[in-house]
Antibody
């Protein structure tokens, strides 16, 4: 069965960076894009960007341009999301999600369990 | 970026009620819209894709409609397990954008 397993919770100081992993299993890793979203406490969902695990091409939300880096490691079926220059506003649950496609329609059919990143001095 | 305006932001309903949630896009997005359900402490779950296609395993009481800028999620007969927050998501172009969510409460 398809699974996305994310790394554990992180506590970081302002100004630091965090790197969250998302390891996929149960499908051909290189065939499907992975997206990253985040959700601040009590807030809605925010799309951060997308990576094509085959080749590593990325598209980032403008809000995170220059601060986010998404990479993939096909040998371990793992994608990474690194966010730098953290502030308290980056405290959130971070999710990876697999993109599914039916015809020309795309959607998130599988999600990771989430990784809580807390930024605090 | 395309803005998705979801309404209402919250609603109170009873088991057996018919519930309707709407989502409006700031520009036409064809039928490139999905609906997701999120329960506290859990990742979202796909309900509807392509505006009206039911994801496998999702109960048939959930349905979606709409095209262009106006979309609707309907729960025909609310069940206890349906109390959750619902989000629309446009996948027409990047950045993909979510509605602000609708919390369905008892």
């Amino acid at each position: 069965q398809v699974q996305l397993v994310q790394s554990g919770a992180e506590v970081k100081k302002p100004g630091a960076s965090v790197k969250v992993s998302c390891t996929a299993s149960g499908y051909t890793f290189t065939n499907y894009y992975i997206h990253w979203m985040r959700q601040a406490p009590g807030q809605g969902l925010e799309w951060m960007g997308i990576i094509n695990p085959s080749g590593g091409s990325t598209t980032y939300a403008q809000k995170f341009q220059g601060r986010v880096t998404m990479t993939s490691d096909t040998s371990t079926s793992t994608v990474y999301m690194e966010l730098s220059s953290l502030s308290s506003e980056d405290t959130a649950m971070y999710y990876c999600a697999k993109r599914g496609v039916v015809g020309s329609t795309a959607f998130f059919d599988y999600w990771g369990q989430g990784t809580l990143v807390t930024v605090s001095s | 970026a395309i803005q998705m305006t979801q309404s209402p932001s919250s609603l109170s309903a009873s088991v057996g009620d018919r519930v309707t949630i709407t989502c409006r896009a700031s520009q036409g997005i064809r039928n490139d819209l999905g609906w997701y359900q999120q329960k506290p402490g859990k990742a979202p779950k796909l309900l509807i894709y392509g505006a009206s296609s039911l994801q496998g395993g999702v109960p048939s009481r959930f349905s979606g409609s709409g095209s262009g800028t106006d979309f609707t999620l309907t729960i025909s007969s609310l069940q206890p397990e349906d109390f959750a927050t619902y989000y629309c998501l446009q996948d027409y172009n990047y950045p993909w954008t979510f509605g602000q969510g609708t919390k369905v409460e008892i």
